[in-house]
């Protein structure tokens, strides 16, 4: 296995991916193109909404030639492993960003969840994209009082200065919390809105001209720039692209080596869980978070046939950092978390304790976090003419398309950052480079 973040050939396949989509492993052609004026590195949902939006909207007669590399198959890293769920942080996130920081930057980053949430459920009803998207109600469920009341005391806060995202989360205790919840134990729970789409962005691209390239991992971009050209190393050749978008996640820093330690490569679990067919048991049609302490969780979201998608097991996979931090091979399980779900279901919810439920499917896949806990977004410091679109934390279901269209406005349009409605704390810079202080690891 590479010494520097890499995919790895032999990935687990997620239960997203069990049905291949004709894109899954594309070549627009049988050699690159020579010559582009934009290549994005990284076929996720970060590479394939970059290349929608810079698309979108353009004259044919003028649009910028754009190359999408991916060393995988389309989809296959952290848009593969995820949840399913577009799941804004309302609940935890904003007291403590207000603490953090202030009230109005807390209530930038919360209105900017719900946009993204309300502008990816526009753009499915928009385009009629074929996807299992619904609006429905998430909900934090909490079994230590301890847990919910610092909470609930800064949501509480935040509603006295006229918040207006705070009012956004219903809160609930004791019976009323274990009655609405379904959830065995439960003392609290906050509940907000939530939706459970990214092949579709990638066809619309390819539609309009977009060369899509798996299997076609990219090794280097050279140091400086030739005439005005960065050269992209693959394994198939070298493309001259005028513009380079990192959209490489959790395996940027080999290929972008100022990004090391800045944004690392995270390794996470998830699962598909069902019941035999005519198991009697109750639909979920929320979304959850069950918190287990602090930063320790798991997340789930019902499917359309009754079954979960659950991931997340960190209080067996955080105490163990070797298993997660700086780890980039999904190729294997993460051993102690392999069996955590086995019986999630009837040791959760009420009515699923004869259910039969089980696991399908159970999977790992890669994720980028970041040292200071926010995404790097805009222009590379001192490369003219490269662009990173990386480093989500595991929530890029929630940042994503709107931070997409964001910097599309940049890189089209040459927009600078502070208009472009991405919000301040993802803005890329020097100074964050810079910053040796690692959050991740506390």
Known sequence: MSETPFPVPNAITPYWRKELHPLDSHQSSETLPMEQDIVI????????????YLLDGTDPSSRPTVTILEARQACSGATARNGGHVRPDLYAGLPARAKRYDQETADEMALFELANLHAVRDLVQEKEIDCDFRMTTSMAVLRDPALAKPIKEGLDELLQWGSPTAKLVHYLEGKEAATFSGVKGATAVFSFQAGSIW????????????????????????????????????????IKAKTVIYASNGYTSTILPEYKNRIIPVRGICSHVGAPDGAEHPHLPMTYSLRHGTNLYDYQVTRPDGSVVVGGARTEVIPRVKEWYNVWDDSKLIEPAAHYFDDHMQRNFRGW?????????????????????????????SKPGQYICAGFNGHGMSFILLTARGLAKIV????????????????????RLQEEKNELLG
């Open 199 to 238: 092949y579709s962005l990638l066809s619309s691209s390819v539609d309009k001209g977009a060369q899509l390239h798996t299997h076609t991992p990219v090794t280097k971009v050279s140091d400086s720039q030739e005439g005005g050209f960065w050269n992209v190393n693959t394994p198939r050749g070298v």
């Open 353 to 381: 304790e004869n259910s039969g439920a089980k696991v399908n499917s159970i999977w790992t896949g890669i994720m980028g976090y970041t040292n200071d806990t926010y995404p790097h977004v805009g222009p590379v410091p």
């Open 412 to 431: 089209r349009d040459g927009v600078p950052f502070s208009q472009s409605g991405v919000p301040r704390l993802f803005e890329t810079s020097e100074r």
């Open 41 to 52: 590195i990284g076929a996720g949902y970060s590479g394939a909404a970059l290349a929608y």
